[in-house]
């Protein structure tokens, strides 16, 4: 999931691939990736210390009581399931995509396998359940309901960024738009 996205992206990405200094072996595209995993890495932290501390903040000044235990275990397992899946989505864009989930260093080739052949946004929704899991783990109810809130711009931003995608991929991206789901990841398709 990536907070910058929108129009400009896709002729910069189209400059960048252009560009001689651009190749995977030279100084600036290292640094540039470099940036792009720091900015993530600064995302991650505003997400998964940010949004809990306020949450517990919030709880404990209007006295809300926390989840009760079994609540904490299920909250443990989706926080184990989003972080795994966050770890697959980020291997799939640097190995196939050949680049990063950042907009800064976004990647040269559409990825359609893994998660991303049940839905279209398997970051977003696996940042939702490592931070919907990570609420009810902590016991904060007010942290889960920030999650849920962050929902809205979350889906309009995605929806904002299919433009984009759709102007740097074209035929091939309106093709798996239309085969795969933007958020309930469709199952598998079991021949007979």
Not at 75 to 90: D, P, Q, T
Not at 119 to 125: D, H, S, V
Request: net charge positive; proline share 8%; charged share 15%.
């Amino acid at each position: 999931m990536a907070l910058r996205v929108g129009g400009g992206y896709a002729e910069q990405a189209d400059q960048r691939a252009r560009h001689p200094a651009n190749s995977r072996r030279s100084l600036g595209w290292r640094m540039r990736r470099i940036l792009a995993w720091s900015e993530m890495f600064a995302l991650f932290a505003l997400l998964y210390v940010g949004i809990p501390w306020a949450g517990l903040t919030v709880d404990r000044f209007l006295g809300i009581p926390a989840w009760p235990s079994p609540a904490r275990w299920i909250g443990m397992v989706l926080l184990v399931l989003g972080i795994a899946g966050l770890a697959w989505c980020f291997a799939l864009f640097a190995r196939i995509g050949r680049g990063t989930p950042n907009p800064t260093m976004p990647p040269t080739a559409l990825v359609t396998v893994g998660p991303y052949a049940r839905t279209r946004n398997p970051i977003a929704l696996s940042h939702a359940a490592a931070l919907f899991g990570l609420s009810l783990f902590l016991g904060s109810v007010s942290a889960a309901v920030i999650v849920l809130l962050l929902a809205i711009p979350v889906h309009v931003a995605m929806v904002h960024e299919e433009g984009t995608l759709e102007a740097r991929f074209g035929d091939t991206y309106r093709a798996y738009r239309a085969a795969v789901p933007r958020w309930i990841p469709r199952p598998r398709n079991r021949q007979s």
